[in-house]
Each structure stands twice: as C-alpha cells, then as structure tokens.
C-alpha cells in the first residue's frame, strides 16, 4: 500500500477533535479561528522553558492527509456523516501559523505559537500539536540546565533506553542537542540530524573476558581511535592503573591506537574521580579525560563541579529523557478568537487572554533581557518581537534553519537571560518580569 505523507498522523488525536470539527462542519461554522499554544504555569523547578519542536509541528501541518483507509475507519464508527468524511478526504491545511523560533527561552502565558485558520483546519491541529512541543520543549528545558550546571563540560545524552518508545528517545536527543548538549548515545539521530554520536562499552562486554586487562586490550586494539573504557565493573582503582600501563605501552610502541577517556558509572563519583584522576596523573596520562554517568540530573553534576570533581563530561540518562523533575508542562492551545471577535475561556484557574498576541523582549545596555511584553497583535512595543510568521497558506514561509543554527541561537538566548533566571533552585520570587499591554488587559475586562 502507498504511504500518503502526514496520514501516520492523521487519526492521532483525541476524538472530540473530529467530533467538534463535524459539528463546526454541520453547523457551517467556516470562518476565521485563532488559537495559541502556551504554558499556563512554569513548574516549580523551572525558571523558564526552551521552544522546541517547531519543525516537526510545522512537517506535521503541511502533510496532514487522510487516507481512504481511515476514512473507512471513521465510517464504520457511526457517529459521521458522509459529507464531513469526504470533507476530510480533501483536507489540506490553508492558514497562517507564527512561531517563536525554537531555541527561544519563554514564561508562562506567553504564546509561542499562534494558528490563525478556517476554525476545523485549526481546531484537527490541537492534540498532535501540542503532543509534538509539548515534548521537545520538556527535554530542552531539563537539557538547558544540564547544561548551565555542567560549566562548559561536555554533556551527552545517554537516555534512549528509558524514553518512552523509541520516537521519544529520538526526538529526546534532537532537542537535548539543540539545548547543548553535545553528543548522544542515540545512533539514529547522529544519522538523521548530523548529531555527534558517543559510546563506550557496557559491563557486560568487561565481565564476558576472563580478566579485565584483557577486556581493555582487546577494545581498544580493535577501536580506530578516541577510546572510551568502562572502569568501574570490578575496582575503579585497579581499573585505572590497568588503563594508564596500557595507555604507556602503546605510547612506547607508537601505536595508532589509544585511549582517549575513562567512564566511571557507579559509586561516589566525586571520591573515584578524584581518585583516578591522581592514578592517571602519576602515569603521565594527563591526557585521558574522565566521564561520569549513573543517575545524573542537573543538581548532581551541579554538585559535583561545586566539590571539584575532576570530570571533563557527563552522561545524561533517565532524568533527561524523561524529565524526571518536570515530567509534563501545563501546555495548553486555546482559542482567542472567531469570526473576528475576540474570545475567551473564563473558568477559575484556566481563563486566557483574549485576541491574537505578540510577545516582545527588551533589553538593557549590556544585552541582558529586562522584560516580556504581551501585547495584541499589531501593538508597538519595546523590545524585539518574537513570533514570526512561519507558515503563510499552508506553505512553509521560509526554509527551517540547520539544528546548528538553532543550537547556537538557543544558547545566545540563554546567555542573555539575567542570572537569578539561570539559577537552578525554583524560581520563588524572582521570576522574570512577564507584563500585559493596557490594551490586552483592557480587551479582558471587555471579555468578562
């Protein structure tokens, strides 16, 4: 069978998606909608977000088909009429979609994301939308302060085992990169995006030889270069010992082969660390640097650069991956108007803010952010807009930039943010200043 692009997607949603856009269809409601994605509330162990997974979100968009088979799927359900089935057998997105570029830091309330559309081509958007940002912008946000914890310190992302299936590991390493990270595990997304890709071996290959000097032999001779051995199965001490006279005899021998670092996963990584780096030194092997993994998160390697730990690198697993802290965001994408008229949702703890916005960032003299600006959309404000028009009658409107260029945007941003926002203790009071327009405040009063 001929796979139709974007129909994999198509009929993952939530069913009062289609319900609604049969009733919007029956109703012959056709005009104009407006909808914005944001975050109602940062969690309380972030101090901003990072946007993420715009270039899937906008592939998603654009491809978006129903095929013949689904579209049989949906008949036998019973519950829609054959004129909204053939309907969705011609759907094509037409509208208009602006975006903050991914690799933006951004705060609650603030849209980062705004579909303006016929309200059915926007209201199908919804579920897989926010399924696809809500995710990367969870792994980018925890890899972001990975990587303001690790001080300039490599960081790979080691988490594909314990993502949720393998998409989630995938895009887990594309937004963990995007955020700063420097290399993963993740052999597909080296293929896919150009990430660099790093491993080493597990226990099982040191504990399958009968000894561990010849574990280290045998993998090393058998790698190229830029070695990486696993020392810590047996004795961490001994292990190094045994790294450095290996590293000596093959400097001796002017081998082609060599040990580029060690990997302690286990144990007090700060007392082993320092350790083995003192056994390494007294070999004169000041050139094999030291990776530390097993169960990091931002706060442990934070804690570890702070005690001295010397480590050149740290492995990320679970608590990337899965965002252990923050396992999900309040992510919501909500309609602020129809038909030309604003709208808004008043329920106690969930109201928006009415009308299609913009979010403007000023900065001070020395490049630092001050502040955000809501505003509606076509308000002047201070400061730099940051939703741009990406999208323009279900065309892309330019092409997506490189995963390089958003990694190097992303850390410009971060760079500017002040310093009490890259803290990594929760946020308390010092939040970052996020104000409302009159205009906007005055477009809510109007809405009650």
């Known amino acids: 069978m001929t796979r139709i ?13 289609l319900t609604m856009a049969a009733a919007y269809f029956g109703e012959d ?21 990072i946007a993420a997974g715009l270039e899937r979100a906008l592939e998603f968009i654009g491809a978006l088909r129903f095929t013949a088979t689904q579209l049989e799927f949906l008949a036998r359900q019973g519950s829609f009429s054959q004129p909204f089935l053939d309907y969705l057998g011609a759907f094509r997105f037409t ?20 579909v303006t559309a016929p309200i059915i081509e926007a209201q199908l958007l919804e579920s897989r939308i926010i ?6 912008t ?31 590991a995938l895009f887990a390493a594309r937004a963990a990169y995007l955020a700063g990270f420097d290399a993963t595990a993740t052999v597909e997304a080296g293929r896919r995006w150009g990430i660099p890709i790093s491993g080493t071996v597990a226990h099982s290959y040191i504990e399958a030889h009968d000894d561990e000097d010849r574990a280290f032999r045998n993998f090393t001779m058998g790698r190229p270069a830029h070695t990486t051995l696993l020392i810590d199965t047996y004795d961490t ?86 965002s252990a802290d923050a396992p999900a965001l309040d992510m919501a994408y909500k309609l602020q108007m129809y038909a030309g008229r604003p709208r ?60 390089e260029t958003i990694r190097r945007d992303c850390s410009r941003h971060i760079r500017a943010l002040p310093k009490y926002v890259l803290q990594l203790d929760d946020g308390g009071s010092a939040a970052f200043s996020v104000i409302r327009s009159a205009a906007l405040e005055a477009l809510a009063a109007g809405a009650e």
């Not at 692009?5 to 998606?17: E, F, K």
């Not at 909808?35 to 309380?44: A, G, N, S, T, Y």
């Not at 509208?95 to 705004?114: K, W």
């Open 95 to 114: 509208g208009t979609v602006h975006a903050m570029p991914e690799g933006s830091p951004f705060f609650a309330e603030e849209p980062i994301l705004r």
């Open 344 to 403: 808004r949702k008043r329920s106690p703890g969930k109201a928006t803010w009415p009308g299609a916005k913009q979010v403007f960032r000023e900065y001070g003299p020395d490049g630092v952010a001050l502040r955000d600006r809501i505003v509606l959309d076509g308000e002047r404000a201070a400061g730099t807009p940051l939703l741009a028009e990406v999208m323009k009658s279900g065309r892309p409107s330019a092409t997506s930039p490189s995963l």
């Open 29 to 49: 409601m056709r005009e104009t909608a407006v909808f914005e994605l944001f975050v109602r509330r940062l969690p309380p162990t972030r101090r901003f977000l």
């Open 131 to 136: 399924n696809i940002i809500h995710f990367q």
């Open 5 to 17: 692009p974007g129909s994999a997607d198509a009929l993952l949603t939530d069913l009062y998606q």
């Open 138 to 168: 969870l792994i980018a946000s925890k890899a972001a302060r990975c990587v303001l914890a690790a001080g300039g310190r490599r960081l790979i992302d080691f988490g594909m085992r314990r993502a949720h299936e393998g998409d989630a």
């Open 237 to 322: 001490g001994h292990a190094a010992e045994r790294v450095a006279r290996l590293q000596s005899e093959l400097r001796a021998q002017r081998s082609t082969h060599g040990i580029d670092s060690v990997r302690i996963d286990s144990g007090d990584l700060e007392v082993l660390a320092k350790d083995v780096r003192r056994i390494l030194d007294e070999h004169g092997c000041q050139d094999i640097r030291i990776v530390l993994s097993g169960g990091l998160d931002e706060l442990r390697i934070a804690a570890l650069v702070s005690s001295g730990a010397p480590a050149d690198a740290f492995g990320v697993g679970t608590s990337l991956d899965v």
